[in-house]
């Protein structure tokens, strides 16, 4: 036992039993998505892949997301978010580690965090999103592109509906300029990520509008696929 679990003992996110973050009656409440589902209409779809109907020249390409945002995942979450308990997110990469094989996933060349405005970092301390994108990188092996930027800070998305989400969030993701210098044509800014297969990552999918307009920044710059994971589906 770790001498902090004297002081600040660790309490189940479900029911507040002493221990651990998850009991093993609360982990056995878990709902999970089963089968893979499309990014733009949330309907089954093999490998997570786009429907052809809902693909787009600045869409997502897929979707990756093991467990729906229901208690008690909705309730680690949130510990994450707003008390600063890092270690329930080893659970929830474990749950996509886990998940992976069910997708049809290219090999990607980034795996990038959904930024949070500086503002915002600044009042939290850290972003959720980069906690778990830097887990994944030492398991995969992926490098972690800190690339994209929000520029522009916005009202949170809960309670808003699908149409609200996607004026709220519109406008709101940059990529940051790339010196001259380190670019290969004269073009310059944006060559780091044109034909680069680029995973977004964020804790909780819901109407898909902030992976989406992050995904039309990369594509505008010439990404290549650009898929979602997260670690709950809303």
């Not at 999970?32 to 429907?51: D, M, N, S």
């Not at 069910?102 to 500086?118: G, Q, R, T």
């Not at 690339?147 to 996607?166: A, P, S």
Request: with cysteine; glycine share 8%.
């Amino acid at each position: 036992m770790d001498i902090l679990d004297l002081f600040f003992p660790k309490k189940c996110v479900g029911c507040q039993r002493t221990g651990s973050y998850l009991c093993k009656i609360c982990f056995s409440k878990i709902s999970y998505v089963e089968k893979p589902v499309c990014p733009v209409c949330q309907r089954q779809a093999v490998g997570g892949k786009t429907h052809p109907g809902c693909r787009g020249k600045l869409r997502l390409d897929g979707l990756i997301v093991p467990l729906k945002y229901k208690w008690p995942i909705d309730a680690a979450i949130k510990k994450i978010k707003y008390r600063w308990i890092y270690t329930i997110e080893e659970i929830l990469v474990l749950f996509i580690v886990r998940d992976f094989w069910k997708s049809d996933a290219p090999v990607f060349d980034l795996l990038m965090p959904i930024p949070l405005h500086a503002k915002r970092k600044r009042w939290r301390g850290f972003n959720q999103a980069e906690i778990i994108v830097n887990d994944l990188a030492g398991r995969f092996g992926v490098k972690v592109g800190n690339q994209l930027v929000r520029v522009r800070e916005t009202k949170t998305q809960v309670g808003l509906t699908k149409d609200e989400r996607k004026r709220n969030i519109s406008g709101a993701f940059s990529l940051c300029p790339v010196p001259f210098e380190r670019t290969q044509d004269k073009q310059g800014k944006l060559s780091d990520v044109r034909g680069k297969n680029i995973l977004l990552v964020d804790d909780v999918y819901t109407t898909g509008a902030t992976m989406g307009e992050a995904c039309k920044v990369l594509k505008k710059a010439g990404a290549g696929e650009v898929w979602a994971l997260c670690a709950a589906l809303g």
